[in-house]
C-alpha cells in the first residue's frame, strides 16, 4: 500500500472536503426545516446543533482541507497564489471562511444566547427570525462559493 506523503494529504483533502460541505449543506437544511416549525423546542434545539456541528465539523473539515491542500501544493512546488486554479480554489475557500467568522459565527451566537431563552417554551422573539434571514441570505453564498473551489480544483483550467 502506497502510503506516500501526496495520497496522506490527499486523503486529509478530501476527507476535509466531505465534513466541510457535508455539514454546511445538511446544516442549512437541517436548520431551516427547524425553524418552519416556529416551536420554540425545536428552534432551540436546532439552534444548539448547528452551533456545535460547525464547530465540529465545519471547522474541523476546514482545518483538514487547508492542510491537505496547502501541503500537497508545498509538496509539489506549487504556488497556492499563482497558480490559477490553486488561487482561485484558494481565494474562493477564503472569502467563504471570512463570510463565517465576519458574519455567521456572530449571528449564530447571537441566535443561541436567544434560543437558550425561549428553550423551555417561552415564545420565539422576532430578532431571533431577524437573525435567521441574515443567517439564511449571507449563508447561502457562504455555501455556493466553495463550490466553485471544487470546479477549480477538477477543471484546473490553464488558460
Do not use: C
Not at 454546511?24 to 416549525?37: L, S
Not at 491537505?68 to 497556492?80: M, V
Not at 497564489?81 to 474562493?92: E, F, I, K, M, N
Not at 451566537?109 to 436567544?114: K, S
Amino acid at each position: 500500500m502506497d502510503t506516500s506523503p501526496y495520497l496522506l494529504l490527499k486523503t486529509l483533502h478530501l476527507v476535509g472536503v466531505v465534513l466541510f460541505l457535508g455539514n454546511i449543506v445538511v446544516t442549512g437544511w437541517w436548520k431551516v426545516m427547524a425553524d418552519r416549525t416556529r416551536h420554540p423546542q425545536i428552534v432551540a434545539f436546532a439552534q444548539r446543533q448547528v452551533t456545535l456541528t460547525d464547530w465540529v465539523f465545519t471547522a474541523g473539515g476546514a482545518t483538514l482541507l487547508a492542510i491537505g491542500g496547502l501541503g500537497n501544493a508545498h509538496l509539489h512546488g506549487l504556488d497556492h497564489q499563482h497558480v490559477r486554479w490553486l488561487a482561485w480554489g484558494y481565494w474562493s475557500f477564503m472569502v467563504s471562511g471570512v463570510l463565517w467568522v465576519a458574519v455567521l459565527i456572530p449571528v449564530q451566537v447571537q441566535q443561541a444566547r436567544l434560543a437558550r431563552a425561549f428553550a423551555d417554551g417561552d415564545p420565539i422573539p422576532e430578532r431571533y427570525w431577524q437573525l435567521g434571514r441574515i443567517w439564511m441570505t449571507v449563508g447561502s453564498v457562504a455555501t455556493v462559493i466553495p463550490f466553485t473551489a471544487i470546479w477549480w480544483m477538477v477543471v484546473k483550467p490553464v488558460a
